[in-house]
């Protein structure tokens, strides 16, 4: 066995795998690395983030954290706290409802939600079909609700048809809650809100709607008013391009006032202690302040953007992924396109190849970060992240590592196959970007 062969042996096996046909050129350093402790080495260039959440930070962004430590308890701070409060409601597409900031996740915004509002024993209806549905039930069944749910396909969305059968069945009107997973970060998927809402109103159900938006409120279409949605979640680590910290949650009057009966146990998520202190521009709790920095900062962006072309680009990034994976030739794991999420794309590899190897020869060849499948579909997809702080360039050279990862992991495509496919898309559909154009002098 040479030098370089069993260099090669220490290296991650998926990364022996796909360079082990190659020559002794292309181990050149393994010698000098052969001892270091892994994931000691610092190289080139960037990591490049395409997981969906977290997600790639805005320069400006970054810098508006780049701040000294400061007493909130200042007068300062209520003006500024209560005009990120009031610029929260764009987010969710909301005049009407009340938002509020807690340090935490979405998973806490999760518990904001269901213990504001409900009672021990109380019913809720909601629908599993990926990784953080199955938890929000979990959290449903710890906290002592009585939990009805409707299984779909994973890759599936919410099947309005089954939602208005369990409804129709409630004569009594048990059902306190309706929670909805609107876009499904383990399988791509975006349930349709505004049809969930029309079946609910078609059945003149009482219940609470709740949604879970954290990877969608801040790249998708998202009416918190217009949908009459009662509970939304989202996350500072998401589309609002930040780092994982914030869980921000939008209230209608019809759940706040349902917190005046809610006897679930509640101390750090109460919301009494939240709108006694919101009201004068304060929080209850220690802010943090970096993170309410770079929202500001992050809501800025959008505004300029503009909302309506947030959602839009967020569309043709999504578009530029699938045409990419038609070029590959394979299949997405949401089969229907009207539930295709714009905010990542979930990729099934063939079967009988794991899709383990796909992520983790991106990360150990090309210093490319892609989602692994989860629980029920672990080994079966790999997820592109494009939410957030995201372009076409960008995107373009993930899926150009993709594509290599792809390769080395054994899948039989064509090199270029896919990346064509979205450059065709993208320069078909691209844009001047505002303030840049050419004087006409200069316009060739």
Known sequence: MTRWQSALRRLPAGLARAGSSGQEASCIGCRAFATAAPYSYDPPGRNHLFVPGPVNIHSSV????????????????NPFFSSILEDCKMLFGTTEGTTFIYPGTGTGGWEVGLTNTLSPGDKILTF????????????????????????????????????????????????????????????????????????????????????????????????????????????????????????VVAVSDKALEARKTAKLKRVYY????????????????????PLLYGMQASMKLMRAEGFENVIKRHHRLGEGARKAAKGWGLELLCKDSRWRSDALTVIETPKGTDSNLVVKNAYAKYNLSLGVG?????????????????????????LAGTEMALIDAGIKIEPGSGVKEAVKYFQETSSVIPTRQAPPKMQM
């Open 62 to 77: 970054q810098q508006a954290m780049d701040r000294p430590a400061q007493n909130h308890r200042d007068p300062w701070f």
């Open 128 to 247: 599993r079909y990926g990784q953080f549905s199955l938890l929000w039930v979990d959290m449903m069944e710890r906290l002592g609700l009585d939990v009805q749910v409707i299984d779909e396909r994973w890759g599936n969305g919410v099947d309005e048809a089954r939602l208005e059968k369990a409804l129709k069945a409630d004569t009594d009107k048990k059902i306190k809650a309706v929670a909805v997973v609107h876009n499904e970060t383990a399988t791509g998927v975006t349930s349709d809100l505004a049809k969930i809402r029309e079946t609910i109103d078609a059945c003149n159900h009482p219940a609470l709607f709740m949604v879970d938006g954290v990877s969608s409120i801040g790249a998708l279409d998202f009416q918190m008013d217009k949908w009459k949605v009662d509970i939304a979640v989202t996350g500072s680590q998401k589309a609002l391009s930040l780092p994982t910290g914030l869980a």
């Open 270 to 289: 109460d919301l009494e202690d939240m709108i006694k202190t919101n009201k004068d521009g304060q929080t209850p709790y220690t802010p943090v302040l």
């Open 374 to 398: 989860l629980t029920k579909v672990a080994g079966k997809v790999f997820r592109i992240g494009h939410l957030g702080n995201m372009d076409e360039v960008m995107l373009l050279g993930a």
